[in-house]
C-alpha cells in the first residue's frame, strides 16, 4: 500500500507538485524531525494528501497511505494470520510495515475507521512510540524516521464521527484551506496544462460555488474539480461541458440545484 505518486529518477524520489500556501511544509519538517504526529484538518479535495506525499517524497520516507472507511478495523492496520501454500503465516499491515520501516503511515480521514483504530494510535503517539501486536505477542518499537499522520474534514464531522479530544491532543494539528486564487490559479495550470489565462475564470466560478456550502451544496468544488475540468478543456472538450461534468455535476444530484449553479456559470463566463 505504498504511496504511487512519487516517481523516481536515477533512483532519487521526485516530490509530486505542491505549492505551498503558508508555513506547512516547515511545521511538517519539524514534526518529522522531533518524531512528532501531524493531524490535517480540511475540507475534501484541498491538498492534504498531495501535500503528504510531496513531504514523504521531500524527507526520503516511505509512504503508506490508508484510505479509511467503516469498515478499516485495527487488524486491518496491524496485520493477521493468512493462510499462505497451506501454512497459516503472519502478514504485517500498513501501518506495522511503516513502524518496522521507518516509513510514514498516513491515515486519510481517520474519523471514517471504527473505534478500535484510534486506540492502536495511542500509544504510537506519545513518547512511548510502540506498537504492541497483540497475535503475535510483539511490542513492537518504532524504527527512527517512523511517523504517523492522520486528516480529516471537520466539515463532515457528527457526533458519532468526530475525533475525542484525548485523541487530538496528542497531534500536532496543521488547518488546511482551499488556495487563495493567487495561488490556486498556478497550481491548477501546472497540473493540467491549461494557460493560467483560461483557468483563472475557473478557479473565479469555483469560488462561487464554495460560497454556496451550506446552502445549496453540501461541499464546495475542491482544487481537485477544478484540475480535472482544466484537463478536459486542455484536450479540447468544450468550456461547458467540462465543467457540467466536473464541477457541477460531482456537487449534486437535484435538477433545480444544478440549474442554480448553471446560472453562476452563465454569470462568469456569459
Known amino acids: ?92 499491515g500498513p501501518l506495522t510495515r511503516a513502524v518496522r520501516e521507518g516509513a510514514i503511515c498516513y491515515l486519510d480521514e481517520v474519523v471514517e475507521a471504527r473505534k478500535d483504530v484510534t486506540v492502536v494510535l495511542h500509544p504510537l503517539t506519545d513518547d512511548r512510540r510502540i506498537l504492541p501486536i497483540d497475535r503475535t505477542g510483539e511490542e513492537l518499537a518504532a524504527t527512527p524516521g517512523f511517523m504517523l499522520v492522520a486528516s480529516y474534514n471537520p466539515g463532515y464531522q457528527n457526533i458519532l464521527k468526530t475525533l475525542k479530544p484525548s485523541t487530538r491532543q496528542r497531534f500536532l494539528a496543521i488547518d488546511f484551506d482551499f488556495p487563495a486564487p493567487e495561488l490556486e490559479i498556478p497550481v491548477v495550470a501546472a497540473e493540467s496544462g491549461l494557460p493560467e489565462d483560461r483557468v483563472k475564470p475557473l478557479v473565479r466560478l469555483a469560488n462561487k460555488l464554495r460560497a454556496m456550502k451550506g446552502q445549496d451544496v453540501e461541499e464546495g468544488v475542491s482544487t481537485r474539480l477544478i484540475v480535472y475540468a482544466a484537463t478536459l478543456i486542455a484536450g479540447g472538450m468544450p468550456i461547458e461541458r467540462a465543467i457540467l461534468t466536473a464541477m457541477i455535476e460531482p456537487l449534486s444530484d437535484d435538477a433545480d440545484t444544478k440549474r442554480g449553479l448553471l446560472d453562476l456559470v452563465t454569470a462568469v463566463f456569459g
Not at 34 to 44: E, F, M, R, S
Request: negative net charge; charged residues 20%; proline residues 5%.
Open 1 to 92: 500500500m505504498k504511496d504511487a505518486n512519487t516517481h523516481q529518477q536515477n533512483g532519487a524520489a521526485i516530490a509530486p507538485f505542491y505549492l505551498p500556501q503558508g508555513d506547512e511544509v516547515a511545521v511538517f519538517e519539524a514534526a518529522a524531525a522531533h518524531d512528532l504526529p501531524i493531524l490535517l484538518k480540511g475540507p475534501t479535495g484541498c491538498g492534504k494528501t498531495r501535500f503528504v506525499a510531496h513531504m514523504a517524497a521531500r524527507l526520503g520516507r516511505p509512504l503508506y497511505t490508508v484510505a479509511c472507511h467503516d469498515d478499516l478495523s485495527a487488524a486491518d492496520l496491524i496485520g493477521r494470520y493468512l493462510l499462505k501454500g497451506g501454512e497459516t503465516v503472519w502478514v504485517d
